[in-house]
């Protein structure tokens, strides 16, 4: 996919004196997978492939230490030999980051995966970095706490993956951002050295928060062992509404009464478009929510301690939108299982469209009243070009806009049924240069990685970018952290 881009010759290659020393380090079969002494292909496969099958990396190397000590050893010795080195978590993610470009050793936290500590009254979580965050979910529910971040992958995605892509998700509405919630981290720096800041204290100002840098710095200049992070009490009241809307005007109104009317209660609104349904629809084979066709639909949660309350908020919220013709339809959530169903036909976006092929995804912070706009836009530019069609001769199957509308952040998605240069060219760089004409953001959440490399000049200006080389060099003179990627 990039022709251009060559290896770096300032990094050494392999040798099975490299593997002795990394074998002899973790001292367990489990934790080294060797593809250079022997083939194993097969067994590297997985952390040489991205999530979405768009960019595939040479490993012959994967490492899984267990303790940030070993982390420690590991990455001295790299930084010493000058090997290439790429942080691996849950690989859920969406930019092509966390795979290697060629023949990186893959770092994986899959074996750190212990919770390290848990406060019922202070509510601050302290994992290692490998937790995966269902997981950690799952424990903070047993102790009536939940985890301030929820996202579709949440099964395979790491807490140390979170961080260092900044994730957003489905309740940053609610919760806030992770440059917030996190309060500590303990990581590895490219040269052994451990960082430990892993605070435990909701208030700290004493000088520069180092911490943040590794707050979405997507493995660049460190990796993260260790997370404490603030988690909220778990709601006892969830409801959740699921609408059919005429337009995106009704879309906007629903939302501004939404907040009017459920005001401290509401926990998530979420936009999906009626491609994107029917994508779910199609891939899952599940019974449509709502009868019949509506352009737009919003999930709306609420999440309060009063169910009593909460019921007859929502339900004077419901009269009011049906009632003003703002909703066409509606349906609410009549109990757990229900809430799930719903939630499905959002979550399961990212998945049901990912099913015919690849997709062009782009992760974009827009503000809400243009939001939309970029979805028929690019439709209709895709439509003049013939590049978008329901046969086999078309390589782009259709234009989908989904997104997290509370926090403006709309993913904008060209399902194709194969990834083609004429369908990249068409979209990018209109697509930054008409995100830079708003002063939006292009990438809300997903982050920059392999994928927008090119295009961080439409963000960020030259003081901004030289600024991050030189923190860059600071912390990775060497530069084997993650190579090839946004810095
Ligand atoms: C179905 C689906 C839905 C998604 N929904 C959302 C969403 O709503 N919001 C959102 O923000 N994202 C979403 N994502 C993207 C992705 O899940 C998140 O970016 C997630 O936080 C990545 O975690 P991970 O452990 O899989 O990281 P990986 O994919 O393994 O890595 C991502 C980046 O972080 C680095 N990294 C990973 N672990 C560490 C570590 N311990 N230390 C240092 N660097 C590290 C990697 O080098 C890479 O650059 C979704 C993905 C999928 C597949």
Redesign the pocket.
């Known amino acids: 996919m990039y022709p251009s881009l060559k290896r770096d010759s300032r990094f050494s290659e392999l040798t099975n004196e490299h593997i002795q020393f990394f074998k002899s380090t973790l001292g367990d079969d489990a934790a080294v997978i060797d593809g250079v002494s022997k083939d194993a292909t097969d067994d590297l496969e997985p952390f040489n492939r991205d999530?979405m099958k768009k960019y595939r990396g040479h490993t012959k190397l994967v490492l899984k230490p267990k303790s940030t000590e070993e982390v420690s050893k590991v990455l001295k010795y790299c930084n010493e030999n000058k090997l290439a080195v790429?942080?691996?978590?849950?690989?859920?993610?969406?930019v092509g980051?966390?795979v290697p470009v060629f023949d990186e050793i893959v770092i994986s936290?899959s074996r750190m995966n212990k919770i390290r500590n848990f406060d019922d009254i202070s509510g601050i979580l302290v994992v290692d970095?490998g937790v995966i965050m269902e997981i950690a979910d799952n424990f903070l529910a047993e102790h009536n706490h939940l985890y301030p971040l929820d996202?579709?992958?949440k099964g395979?995605?790491?807490i140390?993956?979170?961080v260092?892509?900044n994730?957003?998700?489905?309740r940053l509405l609610r919760y806030g951002s992770l440059h917030g919630n996190v309060l500590g981290i303990e990581a590895v720096l490219p040269d052994g050295t451990i960082f430990d800041d892993l605070s435990t204290l909701r208030k700290n100002n004493t000088g520069y928060d180092l911490k943040q840098l590794f707050i979405g710095g997507?493995?660049t200049i460190?990796?993260?062992t260790g997370v404490s992070i603030h988690c909220a009490q778990r709601s006892k009241a969830i409801n959740v509404a699921y609408f059919g809307l005429p337009s995106f005007e009704h879309v906007q109104r629903a939302y501004k009464e939404a907040k009017i009317q459920l005001g401290e209660i509401l926990s998530a609104f979420e936009l999906m478009d009626a491609r994107s349904q029917a994508f779910v629809h199609e891939v899952t084979g599940n019974k449509r929510p709502l009868e019949g066709d509506h352009p737009f639909y919003c999930l709306i949660e609420t999440s309060g301690s009063n169910t009593e309350h909460d019921s007859e908020k929502l339900e004077k919220f419901l009269e009011h939108v049906m009632g003003e013709e703002i909703v066409s339809d509606g349906v609410l959530a009549q109990d757990e299982t229900q809430v799930r169903q719903l939630w499905g036909w959002r979550e399961g976006i990212?998945?049901a469209i990912g099913h015919f092929g690849g997709t062009y995804k782009y992760d974009l912070s827009i503000p809400i009243k243009e939001l939309y706009s970029l979805v028929e836009e690019t439709r209709d530019r895709l439509n003049s070009k013939g590049l978008v069609g329901d046969d086999d001769s078309y390589p782009a199957i259709a234009v989908v806009g989904y997104g997290h509308m509370g926090d403006g952040n709309l993913h904008l998605n060209v399902p194709v049924r194969k990834y083609t240069q004429e369908v990249e060219d068409a979209i990018e760089p209109w697509v930054y240069e008409w995100i830079q004409k708003r002063k939006g953001s292009i990438s809300a959440?997903?982050?920059l990685?392999i994928a927008k490399k090119k295009y961080i000049g439409y963000q960020r200006s030259d003081t901004m970018l030289k600024l991050m080389r030189q923190t860059k060099d600071l912390y990775d003179p060497n530069g084997i952290m993650?190579p090839y990627?946004y810095i």
Request: charged share 10%; proline share 2%.
């Open positions: 999530w790429v942080p691996q978590g849950g690989n859920s993610g969406l980051g966390s936290l970095g996202l579709g992958a395979s995605a790491q140390g993956g979170n260092a892509t994730a957003g998700g489905l997507e493995g460190g990796i993260i990212t998945e959440e997903h982050g990685g993650n990627k």
